[in-house]
């Protein structure tokens, strides 16, 4: 029984610590995803006015959703996480929300 319960406890073990590898892969990805989209957005109108006119409809169309021309005026929503970065750059406030972590009481 002492040698079945250890190795369904080093199975468990492996099983965790593989999982703990994988969860800091995806921190590792999510950082460098946020970066290049954070670098995006920081010179999207420099590296916009210097692309070619298909360059610019794809930068458009990652960035924008449902943009239409309203006579002479550009009506869009911004997608996300755009939109997010939109609105911490317009109240200069980027921390998250107090209330972001709270779980529900049970």
């Given at each position: 029984?002492?040698?079945r319960k250890l190795k369904e406890y080093k199975a468990r073990q492996n099983d965790i610590l593989l999982q703990m590898?994988?969860?800091s892969e995806g921190d590792k990805s999510f950082y460098i995803t946020a970066n290049s989209v954070l670098?995006?957005?920081s010179r999207a109108l420099e590296t916009f006015e210097h692309l070619e006119t298909e360059k610019?409809?794809?930068l458009i169309g990652f960035v924008l959703q449902n943009p239409r021309l309203n006579g002479r005026k550009l009506v869009f929503t911004l997608k996300k996480p755009f939109d997010s970065i939109a609105e911490c750059a317009l109240s200069q406030n980027w921390l998250r929300r107090q209330?972001?972590?709270l779980r529900p009481s049970a």
């Open positions: 029984m002492y040698d590898e994988e969860h670098d995006l957005a610019k409809r794809q209330d972001s972590n």
